[in-house]
């Protein structure tokens, strides 16, 4: 246990629904990170939150829109992907963005299908 | 890009010390060397980082040699729950993110 959940584990979707990750923190962290996992591929930073602004998109398509309402919560809104887009999905937080001693802590991450 | 090099995979016997290397050259002064590790399908693991002097928790030692250009995770006692990706990550200033290569995948083997 990291002290970050993510909800649902798994996920099965066609490309025109909608659906949407849940992540939540139990640390205190200011912020908040989804990344990206492939097949056989290292992790991909997607979006970053620090202090409930988002600091970064790392050019992540539009159909990827995540949301932050509070320092502990992270959502990740999912609508007309694509079967590329099946992946695992992990969440982390941090005391705040950026400093050198910095140290995330990641979710169980979601594992995403879309047929 | 990462600025770490890793060997793709080792294998260790359980109960044997796995050292772990990993290679960072272009590491400077204020930048420090993490690591994490992934057991399949799950989340990445934090285990240890350090600057300059050598580390040790409960889950492994970090030993990073004097010009900084290197450094060895150890597990002093490798369990089968131990086999996983290891990921060695350099990271310093403000605004610098986390960025996972490919990592070291690790079997321990009965």
């Known amino acids: 246990e990291t002290g970050v959940t993510q909800t649902p584990r798994h996920l099965v979707m066609g490309m025109t629904n909608k659906k949407s990750l849940k992540c939540e923190q139990h640390?205190?962290?200011?912020?908040m990170y989804w990344y990206k996992q492939s097949a056989k591929k290292p992790l991909e930073l997607m979006f970053v939150?620090?202090?409930?602004?988002?600091?970064e998109n790392n050019s992540v398509p539009s159909r990827f829109s995540p949301e932050c309402p509070n320092s502990s919560h992270l959502f990740l809104h999912l609508h007309t992907l694509q079967p590329e887009d099946s992946a695992l999905y992990l969440c982390a937080s941090s005391q705040r963005q950026g400093a050198s001693t910095d140290t995330q802590y990641f979710g169980p991450g979601t594992r995403l299908t879309v047929l | 890009d990462a600025k770490t090099t890793q060997p793709t995979s080792m294998d260790c016997a359980e109960g044997r010390a796995a050292n772990l290397p990993c290679n960072h050259s272009t590491i400077s002064g204020n930048e420090y060397v993490y690591w994490y590790r992934q057991i399949h399908s799950q989340g990445p693991q934090y285990i240890i980082h350090g600057l300059k002097n050598n580390e040790t928790n409960e889950m492994a030692s970090l030993i990073i040699t004097e010009d900084r250009k290197s450094s060895t995770l150890i597990l002093p006692h490798a369990t089968l729950r131990d086999t996983a990706v290891y990921y060695c990550i350099v990271r310093g200033d403000y605004g610098q993110n986390f960025v996972f290569g490919p990592g070291t995948r690790l079997s321990v083997l009965p």
């Open positions: 640390l205190g962290h200011n912020a």
């Open positions: 939150y620090n202090f409930k602004e988002q600091t």
